[in-house]
């Protein structure tokens, strides 16, 4: 009984062996990367960027595990791989030289497989056990499956050929990635494959309403559990980028530091001198109230702080944001210029909603802001609904409380104040912690710019509605 109980206790001590895969964000969903040792099977349409997922595995696991690699390609020639990778910053050609890295074209004719009417896998186990014995290689990719495979149309010979295939680099302890096409109707052409790999990836590049998107899900992970959504994922200069987008637990921490608005007049207006740090601010209100000026005063004053702040801008260019702050006495250029302030602008219809969330993520990784500025998250609802952009911005306020960066948000309104119409407020507003509501009002015949501090948590504030003014020197509230 105790030698059972004590056998028991032994098991759980056991622990699942995983690779890094050299993906940004994907060793998150999988929970550590692949299975070490174990064939993984990236399948997916044309395009979907399959052979650079490949390519990136074997890279990375070179630069920053140390672990040499062996690409096995049977469509393209190493020097057409080398180009096409070049502008993504891997240089397979060092790597091979450095004997890091081998690449072995094997070209499968299937009119000379048709004449001789034999056809095995033995020749490729002496070639491929030949170039990982003569590097160490600990990582293995095969881009194509189906290529390796034209030839066969002995559908019994082809399933014991495969899987002798897998077996034999099960047997040899390295963490292979094979390439497959997607079949109709099957993950795979031959539909095979997906059973007896350890784990299986579906890539996906589909386009909606003139939007393109690339996705990824983990359709099996044998003894591990590992995010079961779908995620898009990037392909841009540093490669591919895959960002966990499911909401996070409320665990995070809530700091009692006080940080200002970047304005001295809205920081007396609340009972601690300003907000807290990591807090989310919402500032709504119709066009022309100054809901920028207000965000960039925000963002000014993490740079004041000496902290960076990233100012994610939907409707003008940095030259325009940077133009019409002179015009009020506020110069951020000089910030922008020390690297203090990073202005990202985009249409948001260049890109799908999640796709924008990528973006934010990557941006967020890259410069790590401690304050973060959308200006105006209203601009979404044009690529989705209020509901997905609400999903998104709780995804995104998720990982800022995680990380404690300040986040501030505006949102345009209807002229007169908030209606049922205006699907983002009523999507954010009780998700931020803070809310400033701006108005433009006329008495007789003059305009008169007000705001009201319509909640913020765990602090006092005024209950006042006050009036402020945009004069040549800034903000000057009454």
């Known amino acids: 009984m105790r030698e059972g109980i004590k056998n028991m206790k032994n098991s759980k001590e056991v622990k699942f062996t995983k690779t890094p895969t050299g993906i940004a964000g994907l060793d998150e969903i999988t929970h550590g990367g692949f299975p070490q040792g ?19 595995f074997l890279v990375k696991g070179v630069m920053e595990a140390n672990e040499p690699g062996v690409l096995l390609t049977f469509e393209e020639t190493s020097a057409d791989l080398s180009k096409n990778v070049a502008s993504l910053g891997f240089d397979l050609e060092k790597l091979k030289a450095e004997k890091k890295l081998k690449v072995d074209f094997v070209r499968v004719e299937r009119s000379e ?15 491929l056990n030949h170039s990982i014995d003569s590097i160490g290689a600990k990582r293995v990719v095969l881009d194509t499956i189906e290529a390796l495979f034209a030839g066969i149309d002995n559908e019994a010979l082809l399933r014991a050929e495969i899987r002798r295939l897998f077996q034999w680099l099960r047997d040899k302890g390295v963490t ?28 996906d590049f589909r386009v909606i309403d003139q939007i393109a998107t690339r996705r990824l899900r983990i359709v099996k992970y044998r003894g591990s559990t590992h995010g079961t959504n779908e995620y898009p994922f990037l392909i841009d200069e540093q490669g591919i980028s895959v960002i966990p987008v499911t909401s996070l637990q409320l665990t995070y921490r809530s700091p009692t530091k006080v940080i200002s608005t970047g304005l001295p007049e809205l920081d007396k207006l609340f009972t601690k001198k300003g907000i807290y740090r990591g807090n989310s601010v919402l500032v709504t209100g119709s066009a022309g109230t100054a809901k920028t000026i207000f965000a960039s005063y925000f963002a000014v004053a993490s740079c004041l702080r ?20 002179k015009s009020i006495g506020m110069d951020i250029q000089p910030y922008i210029d020390k690297g203090l302030l990073i202005v990202h602008a985009s249409r948001p219809t260049l890109q799908g909603l999640e796709m924008h969330l990528l973006l934010l993520h990557k941006l967020i990784s890259r410069h790590k802001p401690k304050t973060i500025v959308v200006d105006p998250i209203s601009s979404l609802v044009s690529v989705a609904t209020s509901s997905e952009v609400r999903g998104m911005l709780v995804r995104l306020l998720d990982h800022l409380k995680m990380n404690e960066v300040n986040a501030y948000f505006t949102s345009l309104t209807h002229a007169g104040g908030i209606d049922p119409k205006d699907e983002t407020v009523n999507a954010v507003s009780s998700l931020a912690d803070t809310w400033i509501s701006l108005q433009n009002s006329d008495i007789n015949g003059e305009r008169t710019r007000r705001f009201d501090i319509i909640k913020t948590r765990g602090m006092g504030h005024s209950n006042k509605q006050h009036s402020f003014q945009i004069t040549s020197k800034g903000i000057k509230i009454n």
Request: charged share 25%.
């Open 38 to 56: 174990r064939p993984i099977l990236i399948c997916g349409s044309a395009g979907c960027g399959k052979t650079l997922f490949g390519i990136q």
């Open 113 to 127: 497989i048709e004449e001789t009417g034999e056809y095995d896998l033995e020749g490729l186990f002496i070639r």
């Open 176 to 203: 292979t990635v094979i390439t497959g096409e997607r079949g109709t109707g099957k993950l795979t052409r031959h539909g095979l494959e997906e059973y007896i790999s350890d784990c299986v990836i579906l890539l």
């Open 306 to 325: 000496n902290e960076k702040a990233l100012y994610f801008s939907f409707e003008e260019s940095p030259a325009q944001l940077v133009r019409n702050l």
